[in-house]
């Protein structure tokens, strides 16, 4: 399971002009690539489909499970630009008509998206790190309440 989210930032610099930013970013907020494209006319969208998981990995081995599909939209620019952003196949359809509208049909100057490649991660890592924040909370009350030091593993200062 890849741990990738996307920025992505469309500015209308014109009436007849829009530039885009996209930043990769590998666990939701280490930036590992920034791609730039201008003059952004059309945007596709694609799923594709996970294939078998076989057993050994061999291509004759049992049928084991079958891999998730995955999901790509691809900005385009003038003169061959393009940009590849790999997007959960569940927001997809959403991500996609966001950006054809603003596009084609907007008139807003700037937009903004965060996207995951996979919705799991959406899910299951703002979760923890919001579980670690809660049980560091609870920690901290339950120290100034009872007057016990966390320093001193539950020993009285």
């Known amino acids: 399971m890849e741990i990738i989210s996307f920025t992505i930032d469309l500015t209308r610099v014109n009436p007849n002009r829009i530039e885009a930013t996209v930043v990769k970013k590998l666990i939701l907020i280490l930036p590992v690539a920034t791609y730039k494209a201008t003059n952004i006319n059309d945007v596709s969208s694609t799923t594709i489909a996970g294939e078998f998981i076989r057993e050994g990995h061999r291509p004759s081995g049992k049928i084991v499970g079958n891999a998730e599909d995955e999901g790509l939209l691809v900005l ?82």
Request: aromatic residues 12%; charged residues 20%; hydrophobic residues 50%.
């Open 76 to 157: 385009q620019g003038a003169e061959d630009e393009q940009i590849e952003v790999w997007v959960s196949p569940k927001n997809l359809f959403e991500v996609w008509s966001e950006i054809d509208y603003f596009i084609k049909r907007g008139e807003e100057p700037s937009l903004k998206l965060w996207v995951v490649s996979n919705w799991k991660v959406g899910v299951f890592i703002p979760t923890g790190i919001l579980l670690i924040c809660l049980i560091i909370l609870f920690m901290a009350t339950w120290s100034i309440i009872s007057g016990k030091s966390l320093d001193k593993k539950g020993a009285a200062a």
